[in-house]
Structure formats: structure tokens, C-alpha cells
């Protein structure tokens, strides 16, 4: 499988920023999705997660309330909405397949395909 993930780019602290993420190569409406992101010097950490049909999303606290996690399976793309960017929100986000169908996992080591990530840089 691969995933490809775009929408990153400069925004203003209060912005808002679209990231996508198209996956290929198997059958995507049987696998839940997720988000994740890494700043320097920290681990990579959970952002948001939806189930495969959509119809349950989960979010990490630091974003519940700002950002959005959807996807369009006739598309095989998963997106995250992000209102009301911060600074701490700086990070490169990847998009990550578990390793299992039909779960919806928070931790990375459980997740096996990943995109090659997006630089989101928020400005104060």
C-alpha cells in the first residue's frame, strides 16, 4: 500500500490548513486511518483517527475541538481539517494504515503503512 499525503505548508498562528491523504494498493474502505506528527526532538504522537466506514473518529486531546479527521472511501482519501492552528501544532503530520483491517488504533507501533509526511509550520 501506499500513502501519499499533502496540504502542508506556512500558516499564521489562528489559520487554517487542509491536509490530504490518498492511499493506493488495497482495500481501503476495510481499513480505519490515522494522523500523527512529529516535532523536533519529540516522539511522533497520536492526532486523530477514523474508523473505515467513518462514522467514528477519535481525537487526541491537545486538537479535540480544532481539527477534523474525514475521509472519502469512493476517493481512497483521508483528510484532516486543522482550524485554529498554534504554534505548538508545528510539526511534520503523516498518514498511517494500521496493520489490521477494521480497527482504528491510537498507538504507532500498531499502524504498519505510512506516508512520507507533511511539514506544517504554524507562525506566532
Known amino acids: 500500500v501506499q500513502l501519499q499525503a499533502s496540504g502542508g505548508g506556512l500558516v499564521q498562528a489562528g489559520g487554517s490548513l487542509r491536509l490530504s491523504c490518498a492511499a493506493s494498493?488495497?482495500?481501503?474502505?476495510?481499513?480505519?486511518m490515522g494522523w500523527f506528527r512529529q516535532a523536533p526532538g519529540k516522539e511522533r504522537e497520536f492526532v486523530a483517527a477514523i474508523s473505515w466506514t467513518g462514522g467514528a473518529t477519535y481525537y487526541a486531546d491537545s486538537v479535540k475541538g480544532r481539527f477534523t479527521i474525514s475521509r472519502d472511501n469512493a476517493k481512497t482519501t483521508v483528510y484532516l481539517q486543522m482550524n485554529s492552528l498554534k504554534a505548538e501544532d508545528t510539526a511534520v503530520y503523516y498518514c498511517?494504515?494500521?496493520?489490521?483491517?477494521?480497527?482504528?488504533?491510537?498507538?504507532?507501533?500498531?499502524?504498519?503503512?505510512w506516508g512520507q509526511g507533511t511539514q506544517v509550520t504554524v507562525s506566532s
Open positions: 498511517a494504515a494500521p496493520l489490521v483491517s477494521r480497527t482504528m488504533p491510537i498507538q504507532p507501533s500498531e499502524y504498519r503503512y
Open positions: 494498493g488495497r482495500s481501503f474502505s476495510t481499513y480505519g
